[in-house]
């Protein structure tokens, strides 16, 4: 079946440290996003990739990184220089560029916490 | 820049009662349009769309028409269960400018039996 996996799904990580987030798509999609969403808040875009080995910031990409070496894959990890992390991540992907019947596809996100 | 206001929520209603969730958009070009919708602890579905000006998206119920003279995309629904709760999130995606998928801050609604 194809879809779009985030790992893990609960993520616990002590101050000061680094953590990465996994997702990885068999959609063939070239489109990937990073959200993070915050109780009772909207979806904010930390990072975008429209093709590989390129990625764009979003609009809250301090603290954060990503690397798109591979079509299939968008992994994302949180620095120490994130000062609020503790959140719910989601990745979503999309066949993007100039199609605009570009729906997304959501993997099923990972709550990280801060410990 | 591209962006999607929705109604603030949360809204609660009663079972069979009448659903209108808004929202506008802002955006270059002639974006498309989503709705998808999200339950507990989970990642989005999408729940409906329409790619282009008078288009009418519909799914389980639910519709919502493109309306390009009021950049308007409001989802629709004639008579609402209790497994409808969830949160509603309005979205759209223009292939001019930045090329992303931008998303309104959701709705949350509770139907109450």
């Known amino acids: 079946d194809g879809g779009i996996t985030q790992s893990p799904k609960y993520l616990f990580r002590k101050e000061g440290q680094n953590v990465t987030l996994s997702c990885e798509q068999n959609?063939?999609?070239?489109?990937m996003y990073w959200y993070r969403q915050d109780p009772g808040q909207g979806l904010r875009l930390i990072y975008y990739?429209?093709?590989?080995?390129?990625?764009q910031k979003g609009d809250i990409a301090e603290g954060y990184s990503v690397s798109r070496e591979k079509k299939e894959s968008f992994p994302l990890t949180v620095t120490s220089a994130q000062k609020n992390p503790t959140a719910f991540y989601l990745c979503?992907?999309?066949?993007?560029?100039?199609?605009?019947?570009?729906?997304?596809?959501f993997g099923q996100g990972t709550r990280l916490t801060v410990v | 820049g591209d962006s999607v206001t929705q109604m603030e929520g949360p809204v609660t209603l009663s079972e069979e009662a009448f659903l209108t969730i808004n929202c506008t958009y802002t955006?270059?070009?002639?974006?498309?349009l989503f709705w998808y919708v999200q339950y507990p602890g989970e990642g989005l579905q999408l729940l409906l769309k329409?790619?282009?000006?008078?288009d009418k998206g519909s799914n389980k119920g639910f519709e919502a028409t493109y309306r390009k003279e009021t950049t308007s995309f409001h989802l629709e629904k004639g008579s609402v269960q209790v497994s409808d709760s969830a949160v509603y999130f309005c979205?759209?995606?223009?292939?001019?400018?930045?090329?992303?998928?931008?998303f309104g801050q959701g709705t949350r609604l509770t139907i109450n039996p």
């Open positions: 979503a992907s999309s066949i993007g560029g100039r199609e605009l019947n570009t729906e997304a596809f």
């Open positions: 959609l063939n999609h070239d489109a």
């Open positions: 990739s429209q093709i590989v080995n390129d990625f």
């Open positions: 955006a270059t070009g002639y974006p498309s």
């Open positions: 329409a790619t282009k000006a008078d």
């Open positions: 979205a759209l995606y223009t292939i001019q400018g930045a090329q992303k998928l931008v």
